[in-house]
């Protein structure tokens, strides 16, 4: 199976500065049509995973632009460019170029 | 707005078996390749079982293999999970996810349930 690798797997931060989460895999992630699929995921506490980037890079729909993800092959990053309060949780990266499917074991952004 | 709604979770003894469903909304569920992922209180997510549009394709994640079927009734909207011989270690929120893809040989999953609680207990 791929192991996703999170670091840090907690991140104290202050409100106001920036945030950035690694995510590594033991294989590349790249499939044969070209695609990597390396997506993140922000789970606030009592709520479901809501998806923020998918295939590296691509900002799903009503995600704010302070959130960004960029990486290839088996090194990716997810950059928050300015903590707000409603941005701490857990943050996951999974992916889904291999089966089975495999997540990275979470960063908790929190209040330092 | 896409709509995913678990239900069937419950408390049961080990070497039970529970059957979950979901039912999707706000979108065109026989187009889509869905999954099964689950979260243990206070951990970390785990993809379960995943099923191309058409259930051509199934897939299983070695923990439950021989022990879980996942189906689907495309004319119904819903997805399904069946649960046997469970153990106390599949106790978990079970979440019905969405991919964006039709087929299985990769996933690109969007969006998620609120999730169902199955515990396994005696």
């Known amino acids: 199976d791929v192991v996703m690798t999170q670091s840090p797997l907690s991140l104290p931060v202050t409100l106001g500065q920036p945030a950035s989460i690694s995510c590594r895999s033991s294989?590349?992630?790249?499939?044969?049509?070209?695609?990597?699929?390396l997506s993140w995921f922000q789970q606030r506490p009592g709520q479901s995973p809501r998806r923020l980037i998918y295939?590296?890079?691509n900002r799903d729909s009503g995600v704010p632009d302070i959130f960004s993800g960029s990486g290839s092959g088996t090194d990716f990053t997810l950059k928050i460019s300015r903590v707000e309060a409603e941005d701490l949780g857990v943050y996951y990266c999974m992916q889904g170029t291999h089966w089975p499917f495999t997540f990275g074991q979470g960063t908790r952004l929190e209040i330092k | 707005e896409v709509k995913l709604v678990e239900s069937g979770g419950d408390l049961v003894q080990p070497g039970r078996s529970l059957r979950l469903s979901c039912i999707a909304s706000g979108f065109n569920f026989y187009e889509y390749a869905m999954h099964w992922v689950r979260q243990a209180p206070g951990k970390g997510l785990e993809w379960v079982s995943g099923l191309s549009w058409n259930s051509g394709t199934i897939a299983y994640a070695d923990s439950v293999k021989g022990r879980f079927t996942v189906s689907r009734d495309n004319a119904k909207n819903s997805l399904y999970l069946q649960m046997n011989s469970l153990r106390p270690e599949d106790t978990a929120f079970y979440y019905c996810?969405?991919?964006?893809?039709?087929?299985?040989?990769?996933?690109?999953?969007?969006?998620w349930g609120q999730g169902t609680l199955v515990t396994v207990s005696s």
């Open positions: 996810v969405k991919d964006t893809l039709r087929l299985l040989s990769k996933a690109n999953i969007d969006y």
């Open positions: 294989q590349s992630l790249v499939y044969s049509d070209g695609n990597t699929y």
């Open positions: 295939k590296v890079s």
